[in-house]
């Protein structure tokens, strides 16, 4: 295979002949260095694992770093069980075959087993060791490398020159001790590590590839004439007219231009609720038509898709690194000298104060020191368990920016969030029509929509909408005027109307008194209330109400029994607030709270030592969201937000924030269990491949068992992290 990295960037030849041609020109890096990049496959100069793709792609890519580990663990598997058979024959009842043979036999067929497997099957691991030790950048294979060669060496030079160790050095039987089978071993064990390492470390980016593989592969185009045509994704653009028919995915994202339908949404926004759809609705590549036919306008296509952003932005998370990693780098900068360091000294001790054979005991327990620490678990303790993390999120609608907002968001105090369109469903209906004296509430009701019909304000399309429901009829307006921050005013069928609050009431000389009663005990409900006047007498008061979303009570039970106060911001008036902050069980309300004030509010719980997160959708949320600890977009709302958010919801409501929530403790518990693994794992396994179990119990650690627990130990860690894709999010606390 051709070497594809620059000098500084090295990786080891594969010794493919049937690679293929196709030279690999995607960016590389490290999971344990993110930091270092380059064009093409190849090994990190800092720790010498194996780099992998930035971009995973949906295309099952062969691992040519897993072909070729496989293909040397097997051929290493076949020589060393001989080997091992004969080295440990001595243990087999009977005659042990090394009595019967001459000793130059017994240690030549030794070496001819073992060579090919230290030097080719372990090759790897010398030429990464090596590097390690030029660039300085002292990692696991500088320790096994120095490890299995100080064995090999020794071994090659006690077969070929025997006479000149003296005879301190013998061991039972008059013979210099082999160590041929322990270097063969330890490289075929490492090599195996290496295999159910890569397999494992492969399997981390499914929930990418699982996201990519969603994706529609043709569409169906309607041309110009009317006519339809089946195309290949790539070949639409943006502004053609598809058609999408039941069953089918829906090909990129859009607006639906003519039919109706139900969709499936689950892939992107983890409901499993299906979403109605007609004219005008948004769609989403990727997602499931059900039901219906209908035509939809292509508005982004490829890299601008929904999908295409979210794979974008999980792929960034899981390359980030969490504050926790702090930790793990610092003690793993110091670690790789300090096990050479123990490794020299243990050799001394037994040499010098050890029992006969000294200098087999020395190297013995030198070699299974050096080969026991494993860097290498500490250093994937993070990164792993953030990739799958960021990956599980991702299939449940939650993305996460970076590793810090997973630390960040399960530390969290306080939760801000706003009432519309979060805690409630931002969609007002008409509630209640109270009429004074002889007016009719059809009557009210009626002069009321035909006014708010030329209105922008937000509960205007709830009256109007309410009007038509109740077969109020709307007539046209004359004189229309919208009277900023009071309401508005015109004339209905030659009558003067006005809808507003208390001061447009006031202005215009209407004794309000017993409206504002009425409106204040609607809005002890929870209810908005605006005043109606008809020829300038107090004729009714019109309630709208946002149904607050089924999600938002079970939500709030689900942080207050984690010790986490919610903190609700509304524009709405104190009495609607505090209505709705009772039903829901909400510990503190700001309300009527302009845009730019929301950033202050979060500022304050601050100062006040609470570590906050805040949940907004809009423009006017993101100072907000940037000032928090950790800020929460709802994905229904604007790139503005999103992009100054730490976490990011596809569907905007509180369960979103539960599953963020939950995903962030389960990946942090995960990290530690990591992190006290592999730390408890160096801790206790170093000491007894030193021996200090010796003198107690006369038990030594045999590096071939060293290099089985530290293959094993880096194992272990990503079986532990892969161990986040089974978490529900969905119910019950991690």
């Not at 902050?581 to 503190?588: F, H, N, P, V």
Request: charged letters at 20%; glycine letters at 8%; aromatic letters at 6%.
């Amino acid at each position: 295979m051709a070497d594809h990295n620059h000098a500084h960037h090295p990786h080891h030849d594969h010794d493919h002949q049937q690679a293929p041609a196709i030279e690999d020109k995607r960016i590389y890096t490290c999971p344990m260095h993110p930091e270092v990049r380059q064009v093409g496959p190849g090994n990190c100069p800092k720790c010498g694992m194996t780099l992998e793709p930035v971009e995973v792609s949906a295309e099952e890519t062969e691992n040519l770093e897993l072909t070729d580990f496989t293909y040397r663990l097997k051929v290493c598997t076949i020589l060393t069980a001989p080997l091992l058979l004969l080295a440990m024959s001595d243990l087999i009842p009977g005659q042990p075959i090394q009595m019967n043979l001459p000793h130059w036999l017994y240690a030549g067929v030794q070496l001819l087993l073992a060579t090919p497997v230290v030097l080719w099957g372990g090759y790897p691991f010398f030429h990464r060791g090596w590097l390690s030790i030029k660039t300085w950048n002292l990692n696991m294979f500088t320790l096994i490398a120095i490890g299995t060669g100080v064995a090999y060496v020794f071994s090659v030079i006690a077969t070929f020159f025997p006479s000149i160790f003296p005879e301190s050095m013998l061991a039972h039987g008059g013979q210099v001790p082999l160590y041929f089978e322990a270097a063969a071993v330890i490289t075929t064990l490492v090599l195996l590590g290496q295999v159910l390492e890569l397999r494992a470390r492969n399997q981390t980016g499914n929930a990418i590839k699982a996201l990519l593989g969603l994706a529609a592969k043709t569409a169906r185009r309607i041309k110009s004439d009317g006519t339809e045509e089946d195309v290949p994704i790539d070949a639409i653009h943006p502004g053609d007219l598809l058609r999408v028919r039941p069953g089918e995915k829906v090909p990129t994202d859009g607006d639906v231009t003519e039919g109706r339908s139900v969709i499936d949404e689950s892939m992107i926004s983890g409901e499993p609720i299906p979403v109605e759809k007609e004219v005008g609705d948004k769609v989403t590549g990727a997602t499931v038509n059900a039901t219906g036919s209908f035509v939809m306008r292509a508005t982004k296509v490829g890299a601008d898709t929904l999908l295409s952003q979210i794979v974008k932005m999980v792929s960034q998370a899981q390359r980030s690194r969490a504050p926790i990693q702090k930790l793990a780098d610092t003690v793993s900068s110091y670690f790789v000298p300090a096990v050479v360091l123990i490794a020299f000294i243990t050799g001394l001790v037994w040499y010098f104060i050890g029992p006969d054979p000294k200098l087999t005991h020395a190297i013995i327990n030198a070699v299974a020191v050096l080969i026991i620490a494993c860097p290498c678990a500490l250093g994937l303790a993070t990164p792993m368990s953030i990739m799958v993390g960021t990956g599980k999120g991702a299939t449940h609608g939650v993305l996460i920016k970076n590793a810090e907002a997973l630390e960040h968001l399960e530390k969290i105090t306080t939760l801000v969030v706003d009432k519309t369109g979060t805690l409630t469903l931002g969609k007002p209906k008409l509630s209640e029509v109270k009429v004074l004296g002889d007016f009719k509430e059809t009557e009210v009701l009626s002069f009321a929509a035909s006014l708010e019909k030329s209105s922008e304000h937000p509960l205007a399309e709830a009256i109007v909408l309410g009007a038509k429901e109740r077969g109020a009829p709307i007539v046209n307006v004359d004189d229309f005027d919208s009277v900023t921050g009071m309401g508005v005013k015109g004339k209905v069928s030659e009558r003067s109307v006005l809808i507003g609050n208390r001061r447009l009431m006031e202005t215009n000389g209407i004794a309000s008194s017993e409206l504002i009663q009425i409106a204040k005990d609607l809005q002890a409900n929870g209810q908005g209330a605006m005043l109606v006047a008809i020829d300038g007498k107090p004729a009714g008061v019109i309630s709208v109400k946002d149904p607050i979303k089924t999600s938002s009570k079970p939500a709030i039970k689900y942080f207050h029994d984690r010790g986490v106060e919610v903190v609700m911001l509304t524009g709405d008036n104190p009495n609607t607030a505090n209505a709705v902050a009772r039903e829901l069980g909400i510990d503190r309300v700001e309300a009527e709270v302009l845009p730019h004030q929301k950033g202050e509010i979060v500022k304050r719980l601050q100062d006040q030592g609470k570590r906050v997160a805040m949940a907004g959708d809009g423009i006017n949320d993101a100072p907000a969201l940037a000032q928090a600890d950790i800020g929460i977009a709802m994905g229904t709302g604007t790139d503005v937000a999103i992009e100054s958010a730490g976490v990011t919801l596809l569907k905007g409501d509180l369960s979103g924030i539960v599953r963020a929530h939950k995903l962030s403790q389960a990946t942090m518990k995960n990290i530690r269990q990591n992190l006290v693994f592999a730390f408890g794992y160096n801790t206790l396994g170093v000491p007894i491949a030193a021996g200090v179990l010796y003198p107690f119990f006369g038990l030594l650690l045999s590096p071939m068992i060293a290099s089985l627990a530290m293959s094993l130990s880096s194992v272990s860690v990503i079986g532990n992290s892969l161990r986040l894709r089974s978490i529900d999010l969905d119910k019950g606390s991690q």
